[in-house]
């Protein structure tokens, strides 16, 4: 399938939208940029010698149009009609330039000079009185960059990395907007601009989704690996059967999230909204494990999910929660359980059905005993436990991620200090997926 960003996002409302190919041209600069959504909204510089450079052929985008403006020579346009309000999402479909500050945008109603675009090292930034840039080096190649003016949840998106997030200044309205500098004449960008996307407000995950399936379709500019959370871990300190697990705080629409559980008595009841991926028990004795996934439906950032078990029992728990993957439960499988007496719980190699892709990876082990080394090249790893007197109550966890290009993987063992009753499983994620390989916006918006 064709992907079209004025008809597929499933949740954004679209205030602007441009792209290289819908231009007015001057020769062989643009004089004017389009704008699709069909608010009228176009970029114009009437000047030749301030008119942006098109490239109608850019090798680096799959050999489709490019804006490619020239720093040294002013290069800008100006919409001074379009207004963007004082919550907004700009995404930028190309490629940092270097040497200096660079502005994609710039607001031209305030003294404040916002604007988002680049450092001089290459950063993804931005400006409302208050400066918020990424960590990331953009390394001047296609990818796809989102800034959310938001006040204190403002956010910064590099490659599909959650750059930086916090607060940026007063909520001031951006109006009279200016492409490829700011309003005051400077920070003029000698990127490339391929596309333009300004949405009123934040972009959803399955918004996301989509611009990146379009990205990979149009551009080939490669889908990410799953983005995971450092997790939050659980042990709960007295015996009961109400085990409320707690979840990471920043957690949005059609994220994943992945709940793994120890106990020592039986095996909890399904929570409403979950699917039980995994589950299984020594012989019948602790340790007892499950994994449960859902796709989030927005509500349940820094809340709980309630893990009830038919008696009381200890426990521990983790829980995490992805970004950029497929989409829909049939993007996460589980291999087999090992299932031993042993001080190295082992999980078992998995091979996903959707083959090498940019999978990501979890091992998983549980343990009457503590765990306390990861598999090797594994990160992220997580320890949850519960200790009490005696010491043949307790029960241990372990937990850690991978990213790997396969479609197969052996994370190989975790550590415990000592030979006891243990188990230890694989599960693989399925990052985005083509449209035209069941990765379609309106199928992975419900969940199917």
């Known amino acids: 399938m064709t992907i079209d960003l004025l008809t597929d996002l499933p949740d954004a409302s679209i205030t602007a939208y441009y792209r290289a190919s819908d231009v007015t041209l001057n020769g062989s600069d643009v004089s004017q940029l389009d704008d699709l959504s069909g608010g009228g909204k176009h970029f114009t510089q009437g000047t030749a010698a301030n008119q942006p450079v098109y490239n109608s052929s850019n090798s680096a985008f799959n050999n489709k149009p490019t804006i490619d403006p020239v720093a040294a020579s002013s290069e800008f346009m100006r919409a001074s009609t379009l207004s963007l309000g004082t919550t907004f999402t700009v995404v930028v479909i190309g490629a940092a330039g270097s040497g200096a500050d660079q502005a994609v945008l710039g607001e031209g109603n305030t003294a404040d000079d916002g604007y988002v675009g680049f450092d001089g090292a290459n950063h993804p930034v931005m400006d409302n009185g208050v400066v918020l840039t990424g960590s990331n080096s953009a390394n001047l190649l296609p990818a796809i960059f989102e800034f959310r003016v938001n006040g204190a949840s403002s956010l910064v998106r590099d490659k599909a990395v959650e750059d930086a997030s916090g607060t940026l200044g007063t909520a001031n309205t951006w109006s009279d907007i200016y492409l490829f500098s700011r309003d005051d004449g400077t920070y003029y960008f000698n990127g490339v601009a391929a596309d333009i996307l300004i949405v009123s407000g934040s972009l959803t995950q399955a918004d996301r989704r989509v611009i990146h399936q379009y990205a990979k379709e149009r551009y080939n500019i490669a889908f990410p690996f799953p983005q995971y959370s450092a997790g939050v871990e659980t042990n709960f300190t007295s015996t009961t059967q109400i085990h409320n697990v707690n979840l990471e705080d920043d957690i949005e629409k059609d994220d994943l999230i992945v709940v793994f559980s120890v106990f020592d008595k039986d095996t909890p009841d399904l929570p409403s909204g979950y699917t039980r991926l995994a589950s299984n028990s020594v012989l019948g004795d602790k340790p007892f494990c499950d994994i449960f996934i859902k796709i989030a439906d927005g509500t349940e950032g820094g809340g709980t999910v309630n893990l009830q078990t038919d008696t009381d029992n200890e426990g521990c728990a983790g829980s995490w929660r992805i970004r950029d ?41 549980g343990s009457d005993t503590i765990i306390n080394t990861g598999p090797s090249g594994y ?70």
């Not at 049939?330 to 190699?349: H, I, K, Y």
């Not at 790893?381 to 991978?402: E, H, Q, R």
């Not at 994370?411 to 069941?438: K, M, N, S």
């Open 325 to 365: 993957w497929y989409g829909a439960v049939g993007g996460v499988e589980a291999g087999s359980w090992q299932a031993t007496v042993a001080d190295d719980p082992n999980p078992p190699s998995l091979t996903v059905t959707w083959g090498a892709l940019k999978n990501l990876w979890m091992a998983f082990a």
């Open 379 to 448: 990160s992220g790893i997580m320890f949850p436990g519960y200790y009490n007197l005696p010491a043949s109550t307790d029960v241990f966890g372990g937990a850690g991620f991978k990213e790997s290009e396969a479609a197969s993987e052996n994370p190989g063992a975790f550590g415990a200090i000592a030979i006891d009753e243990c188990l230890a499983i694989t599960i693989g994620i399925r990052p985005i997926a083509a449209a035209d390989a069941g990765g379609g916006a309106g199928i992975l918006a419900a969940g199917l």
